[in-house]
């Protein structure tokens, strides 16, 4: 469960409004800058379906953009509101990935 959590976390790192790419399209461009860490191409592909499905559409984003350029964006990520939201969607989502995509 910790592992998830880092993972995701060291995951959240940059966005912007207007975020228009496939799942496929973000892992290549992971897979590309060698930063999959210890996921394959097929977790990657789980976790990017598993966070679109039980984030909001301003925390998706926010994921979504830093899992591709890899830029950090944690500052955005802590600054939206209300902060319980966004633990509930990150606890969430690290027990989706736990139950679907280990």
């Known amino acids: 469960m910790k592992r998830a959590c880092v993972l995701i976390l060291g ?9 228009a790419q496939t799942a496929e399209q973000t892992c290549n461009a992971m897979r590309s800058d060698d930063r999959l860490g210890p996921n ?3 977790q990657c592909l789980c976790n990017y379906a598993a966070a ?6 301003d925390v998706k984003a926010l994921l979504f953009d830093a899992w591709r350029t890899g830029a950090n964006n944690m500052a955005k990520v802590e600054a939206l509101r209300p902060r319980a939201r966004i633990r509930t969607q990150f606890k969430t989502l690290e027990r989706t990935i736990k139950a679907s995509c280990q």
Do not use: N
């Open 52 to 57: 679109d499905q039980v984030l909001d559409d």
């Open 11 to 19: 995951l959240v790192i940059s966005a912007g409004p207007g975020f």
């Open 40 to 42: 394959t191409y097929a």
